[in-house]
């Protein structure tokens, strides 16, 4: 028997907010940091301390700049994000739609 597909989930992608974010960006080129603050429903830090994990590994680019005298963050998946995050979408739907297997481990009995 393969080992279940649940082996295969990216824990830095499963994270509810994490995964929220990601998938906000997959959708986009690149989002403002006040918009997916506002559109997830999280704070200002813990937008911040989830965007940070995410660019440390190497899946989320950060890009800092101004709007007229106003900085601005802005965020979007790198090529190995949207990997990593279709990877797990995948393996998700796997899990979702594999019919599970039988044994003749106990409870699978007839009955």
Request: proline letters at 6%; charged letters at 25%; zero cysteines.
């Amino acid at each position: 028997m393969s080992a279940h597909p649940r082996v295969r989930l990216d824990d830095l992608v499963h994270q509810p907010v994490r995964f929220s974010l990601l998938a906000g960006l997959a959708q986009a080129d690149e989002l403002e940091f006040r918009f997916l603050r506002d559109t997830l429903q999280i704070s200002d830090s813990l937008l911040s301390r989830q965007a940070s994990t995410l660019e440390q590994a190497g899946y989320v680019a950060i890009r800092k700049g101004h709007v007229g005298k106003w900085p601005r963050t802005w965020l979007s998946l790198t090529p190995e994000g949207r990997n990593a995050f279709n990877d797990h979408l995948r393996t998700l739907r796997e899990i979702v739609e594999s019919p599970p297997e039988t044994s003749d481990a106990p409870g699978n009995e007839e009955r």
